[in-house]
């Protein structure tokens, strides 16, 4: 009886010690961690103002990494399809920051138009009338196209603020597609 209690003794203090010393492990990752933060908020204001024109000039990396085929599997998804139709109001609207381009092609609007009218997207309607709009030559629409999706999105960055000249879609076309 008495080696029985020392045994069930030992375990508790061995299960105790590895509780402890994982605790501690813890308590040191979040301390370095913490650590980290801390660093950071001490940071000149200056060094902070660089990190995020840094990040501007990432997005418009980005923007070239994330030129892309339309690829019809992937726009029957009402996502993908209004991803898609976003990338392309890219080329006609001036918005601070943008992710993502497709060219706007004749083939392209009558893919997508094609795509919307063959589908039950719940925006089938809207994306109708804008992709009919483009098809037609007008592309006044192009800011209101951008906005609408990207406050589906939630977007927060990045809105349209007017359509692009002719020289600076032209720039746009010289730089991203050709």
Known sequence: MKSKLIGIISWVVALGLAVGVLGF???IVFA???EDDVAKEDEPQEEKTTEVDAASEVSEEDIEEEVQEVDTDNIQSEINFRDTLHHMTHQKVHAEDKWGAVEITDERIELMLETVKN???T????YIEALTAWQNGDFSNAVEVHNYIWELKDGNVGRALRLYSEEEE?????KYFR
């Open 170 to 174: 032209q720039q746009y076309i010289e």
């Open 25 to 27: 492990a813890i308590f």
């Open 119 to 121: 589908s039950d997207f």
């Open 32 to 34: 370095l961690l913490s």
């Open 123 to 126: 925006h089938r309607d809207y």
